[in-house]
């Protein structure tokens, strides 16, 4: 068959995306609820090596993704304590925590750098994976590249069509009316946090124990991964299938910078590798560009039919995040 | 249900926006709630319905006493407000802020929720499109929705925190019969207003809060001359009549627009020409949402046009497709409706306000200049509050005195969203007051807003919009009530057009 190495290509950009595609779905629901966390680099790569260590004591895979998530748990407890609670800038300190669990994971990690810890089997699923095309693309992964689909489907079914999911995104956009109606705003608020930096937490083992198996300290390739995260959550509209979209598309690109590699060799490979970085950057750009002033003024030259057209498009792309992203709330009384 | 206040009283910090209201309402029955701004009937019907708590004092439903320690637990109890500020979820649709908070199972069930809006909506004569998304609503329909939601969720005490500001008359009169019916029915509402009329077509009884005292009670047939009497504790002088009196405008004009036209998010509008002279006054009517907004947005640089041309000044300075900051320059000043989110600074005092507003040269803030500043400007437009006291902390009439001292003083055109809205009768007479001295200056005003009655008192002209679509500027004089509520209706405009085109042809032939 000429088209598998294509294929088997296009399976590794959907396993290699599944842990982006946990990091965006939590930092979706922790923004939804109102709780923006910024410290999803550090948190990525602290629950990398913590992940990492766990399986490499116990050898146990499930306590290495335990261990991730109890990372992620932690320190966005850490962002939900000082921001709900203490009221204190979201920014400032998920921008600390980001630089302090990035340095503390290469300081704890030093000692068990480039040690072999298990590694996340492939799960083929009988029968399934023996259909064309749809059968190694889909069916022959492992364990937790089945787990980010369904999480995509089941957060999706969660935000939008649950009584709890729609209390969610009324805790994020207008915290007063959501405590009018009868919501716990800020226990909401911490509930959502910290599940979602569990889910996120997840991102980190399954890099260090399945996607780049092993912990390399810096060279590990991961620092960077959680600020892409945070902006495929934009991109992603706070919505789990555009989210998922945007978790793709920055994997196929990545995917695209290795395969290209041999056939541009006059390009030096670090362009090709950093490449997918400022692109999704400039797809952030383009989809939200109509929330600009400058762009409707320079697109008023235009002529009308042209411009409604364009501006159509815009509008259909364009997401709002939730109103009450970063503010505090307090119950008057 | 019996509602009985005993001796509630609430401060904050030195205020007391409560003290010692004693009052009771009996079931089926409209109590109007009125006062001056910051009177504190707000504050008494938020501890009602269970979002502020009381300092001392007591609730008794039908005779038992009850804690009432929040929204959720009021709702339990029967008693559902519609706050001041609509409080809902823009970006959601209609059927999901009915079904949120309501108690229902997981996964809610749409179609039942469906059914019971539409019949809820069918009984008190409302309609609303289940799936519109709540930010292409108008104030009013955010209303009924709201009424609708807490009645959905067994509510039989209804609190309606000045419910008519902001709503067209058509919309006001279905909420009118819409509680009418429902009290008929035997529930308690509570009506908090400013306007008078409404009190007294509505309500049986009135209760009037003066600083936060009750200061009397009066029952139908009212005498409104005494109701304003205890709400102030003074009378009020009549207001200023159109200021075309004070003598005739002078041959200089402040803003022309020629032929232009916008696009709005459900039209596009064309053709709107308006020549404005100094001191004039030109009112903007229409339903909310009908391209008034818009029309305003563009003459203070804030709305795009898609064509035609906006002029300032006596030399026609042309100013298309500059922003705002341009116009500013030229002398344009805009006071948005949403005083809170798009005029003032939450978070910043009244003295910062001033500084912020360039009222003060030079790089570094000299505080004590500054308080000063503050000082007079407070005292010169008689605003409730310190140098030092937080904008979002003002009731909403002194933070729109507040917007109005900040003011530039040498504007040539002020562009005002809804002067009035929520203001007593006294601040909306001081604010009038205020704004005609800017015309004898020379300035000239254009403002939006929803009350008939004060379009047609201090406008020299108006404009009406009806899903975009224009008049062109009427002699405010020609029109009454009656006249203008038919043509925002969208009544009556076969006979403009005809007036239109013949008013454009004879400017054709003068340009012959
Ligand atoms: N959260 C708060 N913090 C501090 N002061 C407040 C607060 N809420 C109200 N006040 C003050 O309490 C007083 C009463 O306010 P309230 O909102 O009840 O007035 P109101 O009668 O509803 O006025 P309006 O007609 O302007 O709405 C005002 O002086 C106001 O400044
Ligand atoms: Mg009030």
Redesign the interface.
């Known amino acids: 068959m000429n088209s598998s190495p294509i294929l088997a290509g296009l399976a590794g950009v959907l396993s290699s995306a599944a842990p982006i595609l946990f990091a965006v779905i939590g930092e979706t629901i922790s923004e939804l609820g109102g709780v923006l966390n910024l410290s999803m680099n550090g948190m990525i790569l602290l629950s990398a090596m913590g992940g990492f260590a766990a399986s490499l004591a116990t050898g146990s895979i499930l306590l290495g993704f335990l261990a991730g998530a109890a990372i992620g748990a932690l320190v966005s407890l850490i962002v939900a304590f000082s921001s709900i609670t203490l009221k204190q800038s979201q920014v400032a300190v998920g921008f600390v925590l980001a630089l302090l669990c990035r340095d503390l994971s290469y300081f704890l990690g030093s000692q068990i750098m480039g040690q072999t810890a298990p590694r996340l089997n492939l799960l083929p699923i009988p029968f399934l994976c023996n259909l064309p095309i749809i059968g190694p693309l889909l069916f022959n992964h492992d364990i937790m590249t089945y787990a980010s689909f369904i999480l995509v489907i089941v957060s999706w079914f969660h935000i939008e069509?649950?009584?709890?999911g729609?209390?969610l995104?009324?805790i994020g956009?207008?915290p007063?009316?959501?405590?009018?109606?009868?919501?716990n705003v800020n226990r909401l608020r911490y509930i959502y946090t910290v599940v979602g930096g569990a889910i996120a937490g997840l991102a980190g083992p399954l890099y260090s124990l399945s996607v780049k198996a092993g912990w390399k300290g810096t060279i590990s390739g991961l620092d960077g991964i959680g600020w892409i995260v945070l902006s495929i959550t934009i991109f992603g509209g706070w919505t789990p299938f555009r989210a998922a979209l945007g978790a793709y598309l920055f994997a196929f690109l990545q995917w695209l910078g290795l395969i290209l590699q041999p056939v541009m060799p006059n390009v030096p490979s670090q362009v090709l590798q950093v490449a997918p970085f400022p692109l999704m950057i400039l797809t952030l750009l383009l989809v939200n560009i109509s929330n600009a002033e400058w762009m409707?003024?320079s697109l008023?030259?235009l002529p009308?039919p042209v411009r409604?057209d364009i501006l159509k498009v815009l509008h259909s792309l364009n997401a709002?995040p939730p109103?009450s992203l970063g503010v505090p709330f307090d119950d008057?009384? | 249900m019996i509602v009985e206040f005993r001796c509630i009283s609430k401060a904050f910090g030195a205020v007391k926006a409560n003290d010692s209201v004693s009052l009771s309402v009996p079931e089926a029955s409209i109590q109007a709630i009125v006062g001056e701004n910051g009177a504190g009937k707000s504050t008494l019907m938020k501890i009602l319905s269970?979002?502020?708590?009381p300092d001392s004092g007591q609730i008794l439903l039908d005779g038992k006493a009850v804690r009432i320690?929040?929204?959720?637990c009021a709702?339990r109890l029967g008693i559902g407000?519609l706050?001041q500020d609509p409080?809902?979820?823009?970006?959601?649709t209609v059927l999901?802020n009915f079904?949120?908070?309501s108690p229902?199972?997981?996964?809610?069930n749409r179609r039942k929720a469906l059914e019971d809006l539409a019949g809820l909506a069918g009984r008190l004569g409302f309609s609303l499109s289940p799936d519109a998304r709540i930010d292409a609503l108008t104030v009013g329909e955010r209303q009924q929705l709201e009424i609708l939601r807490l009645l959905w969720l067994g509510a039989k005490v209804l609190i309606l925190d000045e419910p008519t500001t902001g709503i067209s008359l058509p919309q006001k009169e279905k909420l009118f019969v819409a509680l009418k019916t429902l009290a008929a029915e035997g529930m308690s509402i509570f009506f908090v207003s400013h306007k008078l009329e409404d009190v007294e077509s509505l309500c049986g009884k009135a209760a009037v809060l003066r600083q936060g005292i009750l200061a009397g009670t009066m029952e139908q047939p009212f005498d409104s001359k005494e109701l304003v009497r205890m709400m102030f504790g003074k009378d009020l002088g009549p207001a200023t009549r159109s200021c075309r009196e004070n003598g005739k405008p002078q041959p200089c004009f402040n803003l022309e627009v020629k032929n232009a036209s916008m696009?709005g998010t459900r039209f596009r509008m064309k053709g709107i020409g308006l020549q404005v002279q100094a001191g004039e006054v030109i009112g903007l009517a229409g339903m909310e949402g009908s391209g008034q907004e818009l029309f305003l947005g563009a003459c203070g640089g804030l709305v795009?046009?898609?064509g035609g041309a906006i002029c300032l000044g006596n030399a026609g300075k042309a100013m298309t497709?500059r922003?705002y900051h341009d116009f500013q320059g030229s002398g344009v000043g805009y006071l948005p409706a949403a005083r809170l989110e798009k005029g003032l600074v939450p978070g910043l005092n009244l003295a910062e306000h001033y500084v912020l507003a360039n009222r003060m040269p030079g790089f570094f803030i000299d505080r004590d200049k500054a308080l000063d500043l503050a000082d007079s400007r407070i005292a010169a437009f008689n605003i409730k509050g310190g140098p030092e006291s937080p904008a979002e902390s003002l009731s909403g009439g002194n933070q729109q005195r507040l917007l109005l001292s900040l003011l530039p003083d040498n504007l040539s055109l002020i562009l005002i969203e809804h002067p009035t809205r929520g203001l007593d009768v006294e601040s909306t007479i001081y604010v009038w007051a205020k704004l005609k001295e800017r015309c004898a200056q020379g300035a000239s005003i254009i403002f939006i807003s929803s009350d008939l009655d004060e379009i047609l008192q201090y406008s020299d002209r108006v404009m009406v919009f009806f899903a975009g679509n224009v008049t062109p500027p009427l002699d405010a004089e020609s029109l009454n009530v009656q006249r203008l509520g038919e043509l925002i209706g969208g009544k009556g405009w076969e006979a403009l057009q005809g007036k239109k085109e013949a008013h454009q042809e004879n400017k054709e032939l003068e340009h012959a």
């Open positions: 069509r649950t009584t709890p729609l209390m995104k009324g956009e207008n007063r009316a959501a405590y009018v109606r009868g919501a409707e003024r008023s030259r009308v409604r709002k109103a008057e009384s | 269970g979002y502020l708590c320690n929040s929204p959720a709702l407000m706050h409080l809902d979820f823009s970006p959601l999901d079904i949120l908070g229902s199972r997981f996964v809610p696009d795009p046009t898609s497709g922003t």
